[in-house]
T-cell receptor, first 120, second 111 residues
Framework: GAVVSQHPSRVICKSGTSVKIECRSL??????MFWYRQFPKQSLMLMAT?????????EQGVEKDKFLINHASLTLSTLTVTSAHPEDSSFYICSARVWVAGDSSYNEQFFGPGTRLTVL | DAKTTQPTSMDCAEGRAANLPCNHS???????VYWYRQIHSQGPQYIIHGLKNNETNEMASLIITEDRKSSTLILPHATLRDTAVYYCIVRAYNQGGKLIFGQGTELSVKP
């Protein structure tokens, strides 16, 4: 299957700082990327949908000014947690939707390994 | 809100078949059934998906009832490495539908 990477895999930061997480599709072009957040013992919660070259669409209740998403190319999306606080500590997972040239019906979605954010 | 209901947890003996049920009684005609699994502290892994016919791949089989209101994921010979949370998701295939995760089933494969 297609490979999605995330960097860093884990990060610890002080309260008030900003943290950037990168999501890359390594062997395919992803027109759409998704960002999820997962708290311990809970399911994944979709935060936002990011289309290459356009503004991200945020789910209800997700602060767009706090979670900045940039999708500048077909292989890279970034999530920046601004002024992070301890309650932002979570497991952040990105996902990329595969776009296959010449096959508009192919629409599979693959996930990265996740980034563990701990805010002290 | 997730459109599926699954048992919270299940156990399975190593080497035996694991049958994971999922109810999706409000599924629409253009929605597929997807199964993903998440091993602890990793990203979800795609398993299989289907519309109305039964599907099989190298990982699992998917059995969808004729009325499409429920389905079963079958792992034919479960191993300890199959211990994970399994998510059943319904999504429109070609219309940009988002993958919305429910609570899933925590499968424990025991020796």
């Amino acid at each position: 299957g297609a490979v999605v990477s995330q960097h860093p895999s884990r990060v610890i930061c002080k309260s008030g700082t900003s943290v950037k997480i990168e999501c890359r599709s390594l062997d395919f072009q992803a027109t759409t990327m998704f960002w999820y957040r997962q708290f311990p013992k809970q399911s994944l919660m979709l935060m936002a949908t990011s289309n290459e070259g356009s503004k991200a669409t945020y789910e209800q209740g997700v602060e767009k000014d706090k979670f900045l998403i940039n999708h500048a190319s077909l292989t890279l999306s970034t999530l920046t947690v601004t002024s992070a606080h301890p309650e932002d500590s979570s497991f952040y997972i990105c996902s990329a939707r595969v776009w296959v040239a010449g096959d508009s019906s192919y629409n599979e979605q693959f996930f990265g390994p996740g980034t563990r954010l701990t805010v002290l | 809100d997730a459109k599926t209901t699954q048992p919270t947890s299940m156990d399975c003996a190593e080497g035996r078949a694991a049958n994971l049920p999922c109810n999706h009684s409000t599924i629409s005609g253009n929605e597929y059934v997807y199964w993903y699994r998440q091993i602890h502290s990793q990203g979800p892994q795609y398993i299989i998906h289907g519309l109305k016919n039964n599907e099989t791949n190298e990982m699992a089989s998917l059995i969808i009832t004729e009325d499409r209101k429920s389905s079963t994921l079958i792992l034919p010979h479960a191993t300890l490495r199959d211990t994970a949370v399994y998510y059943c998701i319904v999504r429109a295939y070609n219309q940009g539908g988002k993958l919305i995760f429910g609570q899933g089933t925590e499968l424990s494969v025991k020796p």
